[in-house]
Structure formats: C-alpha cells, structure tokens
C-alpha cells in the first residue's frame, strides 16, 4: 500500500475537491475515489463538471477540466470515522495554507466531518459557507463514499451541480490555458 496518495493540485484551479482521507483502496492503488462503490467520478460527470465518467486509473485528467484532488488527513482508513478531531486540529493551520497557496476559486469539501475539523465549527450547512478557506469560497458537498447511503446518487449529482453553476465562469477561464502541475504538498 502506498503510504500518501498524492495530490493532483495545479495553481489557480476553479475547484479543489477536499476529499476527508484516502480510503485503502485508493491508497493501495494509487488512485483517487478507486473503491469500486464510490460515486465520486460518475457524480462529478453527471453534475456537468466533466464531459464523460473518468476512471480512477485516469485520476489526472481531472486537471484538464479546471479542478484539483487532495484529501484532508493523509493517513489512508476502511472508514473515516476511524480519524480522531485531533487529526483534524494538527493539519488545519498547513492544510489551509496549501489551500491559499494553489489559490482555487473554490474548496469544496466532501461531507462535514472534515470542515467541520478544520474550522472548529460543530455543525455546518450543505452547500456555499458563509467564511473562505485559504482565500477560497467553500463549498460543503455530500461525500460521495458507496458507505454514505443517506444521499442517493441522484441527491448528489444535484448537490455537486449546484457547485458547478456556481463555478461556472471559473471552469470555462481554467479550461482555456494549459495546465501546469504542481503536485507539490
């Protein structure tokens, strides 16, 4: 098993997906959103973020249609109730300055439980928060994980477009120059 799963990040993306940790199949290959019951790569193209459903074999591609992939806490779990809030409280100062660093339109974060750890917040909203991270507008999307059954793939797809009429304009600028990466932590 891999011991990171890197991230795919180039400066000035419109949208950075925050996932909360690798899951090991993703780590163990090497690919984002790999396990087989994850619905983040068909949700993304159903929402209009990209033209067909990528493979997690061609996670890469993802830079090509002006978003990036990083996950929130390195350390690969079966589950991510398996990560404490002090995990969280470590890398909040670092994570956000990645964050300001690659300068993307938004962050969008995959379920709570992550925003929530960085922010300190004990509850938040779905959707568009009211405070930036790492000069970004965050975005609070439903995590995509085949374990989260309380969102069909329909809700998602429906979560997930709603961010990208929102970056829209940001999408369309990105896709009109190369990408240079920077996979840099």
């Known amino acids: 098993m891999s011991e990171k799963l890197e991230d795919l990040l180039a400066a000035q993306l419109a949208v950075i997906f925050c996932g909360i940790n690798p899951g090991l199949m993703a780590a163990a290959q090497g690919h984002h959103f790999a396990g087989r019951n994850n619905r983040f790569w068909r949700t993304l193209h159903l929402a209009g973020f990209t033209p067909e459903e990528i493979r ?22 079966a589950r991510a109730d398996q990560l404490s809030s002090a995990e969280f409280s470590a ?5 956000e300055h990645k964050i300001a660093r690659y300068a993307p339109r938004f962050v969008a974060f995959l379920g709570k439980a992550a925003y929530c750890g960085l ?59 190369p990408v240079l990466e920077d996979s840099e932590s």
């Open 91 to 95: 890398i909040a100062s670092d994570f």
């Open 56 to 77: 997690p074999q061609n996670d890469r591609t993802i830079l090509r249609h002006g978003c990036g992939l990083t996950a929130v806490v390195e350390r690969p779990t």
């Open 119 to 177: 922010s300190g917040q004990r509850d938040v909203a779905w959707g568009l928060q009211p405070h930036t991270f790492g000069n970004a507008a965050v975005w609070v999307l439903p995590n995509p994980s085949g374990r989260n059954r309380a969102f069909t793939l329909e809700q998602l797809v429906v979560a997930y477009r709603q961010l990208h009429l929102a970056a829209g304009e940001a999408l369309a600028h990105s896709r009109q120059f």
